[in-house]
């Protein structure tokens, strides 16, 4: 079955600076890759997402970039500000029929003022 | 109300109880999971269920058993529960399975003593 690898597990930044999240999956039929952003005691929210066809997608501050020969997604933003600070998750889709997510475990990123 | 609810938001349990976890979306989605979430293991799928059936068992102790009557509401039955299934239980839904973006809930907090 689908595993995702997510580095690091923490990330601490100054405010302004650029944060990376790196993510590795193994199933080669995986075709979907979302990113969800969970603040501290309320629900995952998707802040943007990727499917294999797509080598880049961008959105304001955040961007994710897929690797699909390395099997690698990695999400950046950029310009960070203390609203940022939450866990980061990175998923993909178990298998091309994709009926389930997995997830990776997560990455706590702080933003100092 | 709209979204993805869930009742209750806190529940604690003694090991020989029985309880259901109840979620309902307002959302006309077909897809609908259940996740674990605990700071060992975030974000765990237990359950994934499209048009009410389900297409997903993710290895869950059948200490936990999930009905969904129709496609807006999904309900967690669960008996003789241990210590270490306390936790955050998460349903989300999605408009179909998996390649699209799942909402969440707010969750049910449990304790199991």
């Known amino acids: 079955g689908e595993n995702v690898e997510q580095h690091p597990s923490t990330l601490s930044v100054q405010e302004g600076d650029s944060a990376v999240i790196k993510c590795t999956y193994s199933d080669s039929a995986s075709n979907y890759f979302p990113w969800y952003k969970q603040e501290l005691g309320k629900r995952p929210q998707l802040i943007i997402d990727?499917?294999?066809?797509?080598g880049e997608k961008k959105d304001q501050r955040i961007a994710v970039t897929l690797n699909k020969t390395a099997k690698h997604f990695s999400l950046h933003i950029t310009e960070t500000q203390p609203e940022d600070s939450a866990v980061y998750f990175c998923?993909?889709?178990?298998?091309?029929?994709?009926?389930?997510?997995?997830f990776g475990k997560g990455t706590t990123l702080s933003v100092s003022s | 109300e709209t979204g993805v609810t869930q009742t209750p938001r806190h529940l604690v349990m003694g090991m020989t109880n029985k309880k259901s976890l109840k979620c309902e979306q307002h959302l006309g989605h077909n897809a609908m999971y259940w996740y674990k979430q605990s700071a060992k293991k975030p974000l765990e799928l237990m359950f994934v269920y499209s048009l009410e059936e389900r297409v997903e068992n993710n290895s869950v102790p059948s200490r936990f058993s999930p009905e969904c009557p129709n496609s807006s509401h999904l309900f967690l039955h669960l008996h003789t529960l241990q210590p270490e299934d306390s936790a955050l239980y998460l349903c989300a839904s999605s408009q179909d399975l998996a390649a699209h973006e799942q909402f969440f809930g707010p969750g049910t907090r449990l304790t199991v003593l």
């Open positions: 990727i499917r294999s066809n797509v």
């Open positions: 998923a993909a889709t178990q298998g091309g029929t994709g009926t389930a997510l997995i």
